[in-house]
């Protein structure tokens, strides 16, 4: 199984690569909807947000009116916080249900609006961030969704800068032409390389053994070892050591290889690891 976790400021076009991916057979495991269920009518966490933050956010039907909500938390760090911190743990709940129920072949994308905020980047095996320009981000959700420009820019405010997801960033997604040509560059990722990964981490299968891991990397292939094996790798003349017995290496992206090293599954981002004792 390959875990995908894909990101971006609101109305960078998340939902667009979603789709797309999804129709090429991806499984989708969507935080937003997920977000919408465990808080819907009748649940449990309604009644802890009602509880939290008054009568005042049900609608007349029993809903929860989801802009009087949004009205509260975005411009009061203090009041999202709080929504987050009832919201959060249930939606982390559905989403390794709903992986765990995957089958083993599958390729599940989960799109996680706060995925740099919370630090969940390395907990996947590849990281996608889509990405547009503040103002187009703001026209788009003005004219599709019916924002008040306000209400958009506070949310923009509420979320990590740009920078901070490029940080946590394998692939990055530009967005701003047509529909047509972000799904044309999304094709092209699932085929060159989010099928050829699953594939070899299914088989055991190293993309390019031997190749040394490139600096642009590092960072993010360090912080992905790291939250696999524990402890702090280390890079020794392009070879990665890290201590440990291994035996989550290979289903994590880095299979064994003849000579007992581990190298990277991933066609697009190479590395070669050693276990030291
Ligand atoms: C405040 C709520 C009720 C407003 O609902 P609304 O239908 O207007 O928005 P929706 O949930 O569809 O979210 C739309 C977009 O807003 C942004 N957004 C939502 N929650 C947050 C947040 N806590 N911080 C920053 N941005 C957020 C995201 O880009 C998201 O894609 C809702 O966003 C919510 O419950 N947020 C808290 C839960 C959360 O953090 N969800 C995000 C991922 S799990
Ligand atoms: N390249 C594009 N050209 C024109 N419109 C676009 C483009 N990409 C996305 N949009 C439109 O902009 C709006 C926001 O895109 P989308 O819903 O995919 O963003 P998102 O990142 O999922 O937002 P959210 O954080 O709210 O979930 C949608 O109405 C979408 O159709």
Known sequence: MLMIGLTGGIGAGKSAVASRLAARGALLVDSDRLAREVVAAGTPGLAAVVAAFGDGVLGPDGELDRPALGARVFGDDAARRRLEAIVHPLVRERSVEMTAAAPPDAIVLNDVPLLAEVGLGPAYHLVVVVEADEATRVRRLVRDRGMPEPQARARIAAQAADAERRAV?????????????????????????????????????????????????????????????????????????????????????????????????????????????
């Open 169 to 277: 960033a394998d692939v990055l997604l530009r967005n701003d032409a047509t529909l047509d040509d972000l799904a044309a560059r999304v094709d092209t990722l699932w085929d060159d390389r989010l099928v050829p990964y699953e594939e070899n981490v299914r088989r055991g299968r190293v993309a390019e053994p031997g190749a040394l891991v490139r600096p642009e990397d590092w960072p993010r292939v360090a912080a992905r070892l790291g939250h696999v094996l524990g402890g702090e790798p280390r890079l020794v003349d392009g070879v990665i050591e890290v201590r440990g017995p291994g035996d989550e290496l290979g289903p994590a992206g880095f299979p064994r290889m003849a000579d007992g090293r581990h190298g990277s599954a991933d066609p697009g981002r190479p590395a070669t690891v050693v276990l030291i004792a």
